[in-house]
């Protein structure tokens, strides 16, 4: 595909149960980047990939939190006993290289609302 | 652990430029100044990046004082789709460990017909 694709685009998930958020970045991008913003927020940092390897996880807020990438392509961000608190959307980002200046590309999101 | 303040909100007169101040006093040597701008409902959207120098592409200025601590993106004609909430974020330090792009939150800037 021409861009980062996530999916669902919206979930709708009952206290408690657990979430699967997928990310297809662009093909042959090694860095991965996962963000969360609230309502009327600005992305906060989550975590980050380089290729399967996860280097940064430093913004996940629980332990609940559990992103992979296991063959250094597609991601999945793992949300597990979802709480209110958890309600946003996640951002996924894929830039080329693995060096900090170069540009992101970012999908469109998943909305996660937690009733 | 913001690294840049913006102004909220600004206004800006379709076809006249735009002029987005972002402060970043405390940027270090080898960290970018990165603007990305993010429409209604959609991802965030890449416009421009820099280290010193000032720097132009199709579709925005990036002028850097030349202390580094603060900067200007400059849309030359702004356009109603340009009205978008707009980031301005220092890079991670190259060699810190951390990846931790750090966005704020940002200038609404609405274009007016």
């Known amino acids: 595909g021409a861009g980062v694709s996530q999916s669902p685009r919206y979930k709708v998930a009952k206290r408690g149960q657990d979430v699967a958020l997928r990310c297809d970045p662009i093909s042959g991008h090694v860095s991965l980047f996962w963000y969360q913003q609230a309502l009327g927020q600005g992305p906060e940092f989550l975590t980050y990939?380089?290729?399967?390897?996860?280097?940064?996880k430093s913004g996940l807020p629980s332990d609940r939190f559990f992103a992979e990438r296991p063959e250094g392509s597609v991601s999945t961000l793992k949300i597990q006993r979802t709480q209110q608190e958890d309600s946003a959307v996640y951002l996924c980002?894929?830039?080329?290289?693995?060096?900090?200046?170069?540009?992101?590309?970012f999908g469109q999101g998943t909305r996660l609302t937690v009733v | 652990d913001a690294k840049t303040t913006q102004p909220p909100s600004m206004d800006c007169a379709e076809g006249r430029a735009a002029n987005l101040p972002c402060n970043h006093s405390t940027i270090s040597g080898n960290e970018y100044v990165y603007w990305y701008r993010q429409i209604h409902s959609q991802g965030p959207q890449y416009i421009i990046h820099g280290l010193k120098n000032n720097e132009t592409n199709e579709m925005a200025s990036l002028i850097i004082t030349e202390d580094r601590k603060s900067s200007t993106l400059i849309l030359p004609h702004a356009t109603l789709r340009d009205t978008a909430v707009y980031y301005c974020i220092v890079s991670p330090q190259i060699g810190s460990g951390t990846y931790k792009y750090i966005f704020g939150t940002g200038t609404r800037l609405k274009v007016l017909a």
């Open positions: 990939f380089q290729n399967e390897a996860q280097l940064d």
């Open positions: 980002a894929s830039s080329l290289g693995q060096e900090l200046n170069t540009e992101a590309f």
